[in-house]
């Protein structure tokens, strides 16, 4: 059969087997894809709308070239060939174009609704018994495997929808490729193959799925950063042999590129995939879709049967199929007094960071760190609290009023509680009286500045940054010099950045709701306030 022919705005024209469309590209679950929006970041950026069905044909597109490159460099080197080496190409390929087929709703939004209550064993399961590898599971157990939800739930939907595409012995190898599950046990010719493969897919560092979302987000959105030479980078694919395993290298004619690569997604995550911005859409669906799940199908999590051509039956709809981004947006529209739908249609309603950037709130915080640390504590504590007491971590008068509720409660039960019962009243009293101090301080602002904002203020942590400069694995990347008789390491031929990590896990932001257009705030009182209190909680925890 012949290819057919995409034209891409990055690659020009990409062909695809003609087998491949009628098989995989043109059935139901995969055109599903172009209802999954490829980023959250249209809030900042309007034009990036772009989808995983062009990202999906992308990747299948680099990974065709990685992979003959990859087989090249064995024939030209004439190292060992495994015998089922064209299989195992085609399956990559394949795992290529079908990475992303169990994406949910709005990408890495919707994702955390695959797990239960955070935890992957179900998928796990689930991946190891389609496979039929009795050393898969084993091998996630020692290796304290942990695969983004959207890649388990991808190699489980591409198992069952394409599994009679993939022989037996290779619906291993096709998960892994997704998750990035590389082979431990029992290491030969073949399986160390099957690494390198599955490396070029999905690796910490360098892989096409990485290449081709940098590359297109780069190109929708305007935000450019350097530019990424992917043909020069797969073209300098080197398979190295040593001690009976082969390892991924890359001729030292790639070290710019690859450099360029780790710039280029330290500046996406820095500043686009941790602008307040995009956080706070990201909070609103969250909170949409939990609702709308735990509504439509009476449970926390996304089923993924409702990804499925077939489907799944409910009782409120009927059957719910192909669910995608359209779905979300059309259920949310019915949703009645939803403040949170509000929010998401009327941009004039959101609410406003305090500090647009990680930069600036260490700026703010700056020789702070330990009282910082005490302020992210006690409000993660407070977080807690509302928590459990039904609310979200939104700190209004309705948390105030929560809180001192609940405190009266304590304080009543107390006189009738035994010695051991009234030893956790009292602790969970004294917390209490402490999150209502926190609380004051925000009232406080609130009502010093009302002409500006009101008494709410949302709070979203945020994973601090640290550069992919700093990692092992890019640091242990390879380079192959052809004058020398073994590879050396990226960290011993370059003096690139050396970036340190960051000064604390997570960072926050803190919104509100802003009573005038473009008003400037001063946020200076609210931050001394804030770190006032810590100075004198601590000692009193220290009294205590």
């Given amino acids: 059969m012949g290819n057919k022919r995409f034209k891409d705005p990055i690659y020009g024209y990409i062909e695809i087997e003609e087998s491949l469309i009628t098989q995989v590209v043109d059935l139901a679950e995969f055109q599903r894809l172009r209802d999954i929006i490829q980023t959250s970041y249209s809030p900042l950026y309007s034009s990036a709308l772009h989808n995983r069905f062009v990202h999906s044909i992308g990747v299948h597109h680099l990974g065709r070239i990685a992979a003959e490159a990859f087989r090249k460099s064995i024939t030209v080197r004439s190292l060992e060939i495994p015998e089922m080496i064209d299989q195992y190409i085609e399956t990559f390929e394949l795992a290529c174009l079908l990475h992303d087929v169990g994406h949910a709703p709005f990408s890495h939004t919707g994702e955390q609704f695959y797990l239960y209550k955070g935890d992957r064993t179900r998928l796990h399961k689930m991946m190891a018994d389609l496979t039929g590898d009795a050393d898969l599971e084993e091998e996630i157990r020692n290796e304290a495997y942990k695969a983004a939800p959207h890649e388990l739930v991808s190699a489980i939907v ?15 190898f096709f998960a892994r490729c997704i998750t990035g599950y590389k082979y431990t046990k029992c290491m030969n010719i073949d399986k160390s193959c099957k690494n390198c493969l599955i490396e070029l897919l999905n690796s910490k560092v360098i892989d096409v799925d990485k290449m081709d979302y940098l590359i297109r987000d780069s190109y929708v959105t305007g935000f450019d950063t350097v530019a990424i030479d992917y043909m020069r980078l797969l073209k300098s694919i080197y398979v190295e042999e040593e001690q009976g395993e082969y390892n991924i290298c890359f001729d ?21 995939q941790n602008h307040p911005i995009v956080l706070y859409e990201a909070y609103l669906l969250e909170n949409i879709m939990r609702r709308l799940i735990e509504e439509v199908f009476q449970t926390e999590n996304l089923p993924i049967e409702s990804l499925l051509k077939e ?22 529209k019915n949703l009645q007094d939803d ?6 249609y009327c941009r004039k309603q959101r609410k406003h960071p305090l500090w647009k950037t990680e930069a600036e709130f260490q700026a703010i915080f700056q020789g702070e760190e330990k009282k910082l640390e005490f302020i992210e504590k006690e409000l993660s504590e407070l977080k807690k609290c509302l928590t459990s007491l039904g609310l979200p971590f939104i700190i209004n008068r309705q948390a ?10 304590i304080e009543k039960s107390i006189s009738n509680a035994d010695d051991k019962e009234r030893k956790r009243l009292e602790g969970t009293l004294r917390a209490n009286q402490t999150h209502i101090k926190w609380i004051n301080v925000f009232e406080s602002f609130a009502e010093q500045n009302k ?66 257009a473009k008003e400037t705030l001063s946020i200076a009182g609210l931050i001394d306030s804030l770190l006032t209190l810590s100075t004198n909680a601590s000692v009193e925890r220290r009294l205590v």
């Fill in 339 to 344: 403040s949170f739908v509000d929010e998401y």
């Fill in 252 to 272: 030292k004619s790639a070290v710019s590129v690859i450099e360029n690569v780790v710039y280029a997604h330290d500046a996406e995550r820095k500043w686009i």
């Fill in 158 to 172: 591409a198992l069952q929808v394409f599994g009679n595409m993939i022989s037996d012995d290779l619906k291993s």
């Fill in 451 to 516: 002409e500006e904002l009101d008494f709410e203020f949302l709070i979203l942590y945020v994973d601090q940054f640290n550069s992919g400069f700093r990692k092992q694995e890019f640091e242990n990347l390879e380079i192959i010099f052809p004058e020398l008789r073994k590879p050396c390491r990226f960290r011993e031929v370059t003096n690139v950045l050396k970036a340190e990590k960051s000064k604390g896990e997570k960072y926050f932001y803190i919104f509100y709701n802003r009573k005038k």
């Fill in 400 to 409: 105030l009023n929560a809180v001192l509720e609940e405190t009266k409660k």
């Fill in 311 to 332: 489907g799944i039956t409910v009782e409120r709809l009927g059957r719910v199929r192909l669910i995608g981004d359209s779905d979300i947006r059309y259920l949310m």
